[in-house]
């Protein structure tokens, strides 16, 4: 390979992750990441990268990758065997520097426009856990071994990694009162999720079999799901989460591949009882992503680490998230994401949220500036990072971090 790649880059060789980027003179476009480069497919398919065919370029050179998506993975997948191709040339190709861009210079964007949003609850750690804080006695709702728990979230606001949050107000009800304020939150969470991006819709009325249900998950990213508990706690009774939620949740831009991923697959814990036949797979549907949560305040600059955790945990898989999603007949669009629920390890340090970490605001977590959380501050940035690792192989996911601005 003639690019130098360091060896602790999440965008290794293996990965070939897709993103929309943009540069001081290139307008939004659809890239593939490489170390600190990224590939311009624009440039790419002016090279005749992926042979003479014209119209890729007008595909790719778009501010969503929902079309070049909704080509299929014969399509996408090849573009990536091609570029990796040419990144494993032994000699640096003439076209080397107008095909490649600084990474770090480029401005990432929205991957891709999402139709729909769906978040599950599909962590029994994290189920139990929240389960454990409201109802000690039961914390395990009967439904919650039978399907994958979720609900329909807010699609517009979802934004790119680096995006501020601006600090939600609503109706919280003081402890110990009746009457509810209106006010701005003082229980800002953070959730740690990854979502999956839909790459083939199907139709209205025709449920996803479990059998095919990968060959509609297009790839992933890192999924931070921003959450006022106060606001959530007073509004979720009877129809589940609503202003809580819908203000605001991050991804990170690059859409990392189901298939790069595929070295990493692992069993997913026994699921008891059995799920019902339409809930039941085969094979190895877990994967093996390392997770980690960090916390910046905006006095010191330093990074905490306060979660490790791993998408191994997951109760439900991803097939059986949208074979339960469509086995009523719903539809599933080119760009929908489906986000995982927080996901919660068995140990305490590995729970995905501070409601758990500070457990329900009874134990302030220590930041490495000497200050104390319970919950978020406004100032705070969080930054989630994803990686697999094995047998010297490296694909990661970046980043998300978004700061909550007041
Ligand atoms: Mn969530």
């Known amino acids: 390979m003639w690019l130098n790649i360091p060896s602790n880059s999440d965008f290794s060789i293996h990965n070939l992750p897709f993103g929309v980027f943009k540069t001081t003179d290139k307008g939004p476009r659809a890239g593939v990441a490489i170390g600190d480069h990224i590939v311009d497919l624009v440039a790419a398919a002016e090279h005749n990268l992926f042979g003479k065919r014209r119209f890729f370029k007008k595909v790719l050179e778009q501010s969503t990758l929902n079309e070049f ?88 606001s979802i934004v790119v990694s680096g995006t501020p949050i601006q600090w939600p107000h609503g109706q919280l009800l003081p402890k110990g009162q009746e009457t509810p304020v209106y006010g701005p939150t003082q229980q800002m969470d953070f959730e740690l999720e990854m979502a999956f991006v839909i790459g083939k819709e199907s139709p209205l009325g025709t449920p996803i079999n479990i059998e095919n249900a990968e060959e509609y998950i297009f790839g992933l990213v890192l999924f ?19 202003l ?12 990392v591949p189901l298939e790069a991923l595929k070295p990493f697959r ?23 992503i390392n997770l980690e949560v960090s916390v910046t305040s905006p006095k010191s600059n330093v990074e905490t680490a306060v979660v490790k955790s791993n998408t191994r945990y997951l109760y439900w898989s991803m097939a059986q998230q949208l074979a339960h999603h469509t086995v009523n007949g719903c539809n599933v669009q080119v760009g929908d994401m489906m986000a995982s629920g927080t996901i919660s390890g068995p140990t305490p340090d590995s729970f995905g949220s501070m409601l758990e970490l500070s457990w329900g605001g009874s134990k302030p977590l220590t930041l490495k500036d000497g200050s104390t959380r319970t919950f978020l501050q406004p100032g705070d940035t969080v930054t989630i990072r994803g990686w697999s690792e094995k047998e010297g192989r490296r694909v990661g996911f970046g980043e998300v971090t978004g700061l909550l601005k007041q």
């Open 224 to 242: 931070n799901d921003w959450s006022a508990r106060d606001i959530q706690r007073w509004e979720y009774v009877p129809l589940g989460p609503f």
């Open 266 to 288: 692992t069993k997913g814990p026994k699921q008891n009882p059995a799920p019902l036949a339409y809930l039941s797979q085969r094979g190895i549907k877990n994967i093996d």
């Open 244 to 255: 809580g939620k819908n203000f605001g949740s991050s991804i990170s831009p690059w859409i």
């Open 69 to 156: 998506i909704a080509l299929g993975k014969p399509v996408t997948n090849r573009v990536r065997r091609k570029v990796q191709d040419w990144l494993s040339q032994a000699t640096r190709p003439d076209n080397a520097s107008a095909i490649l861009c600084d990474r770090h210079s480029a401005t990432m964007l929205m991957p891709v426009r999402v139709p729909n949003y769906t978040d599950f609850y599909s962590s029994i750690e994290h189920a139990t856990n929240v389960g454990k804080m409201f109802r000690p006695d039961n914390p395990l709702l009967p439904n919650w071994r039978w399907l994958p728990v979720g609900y329909h979230g807010r699609a517009s």
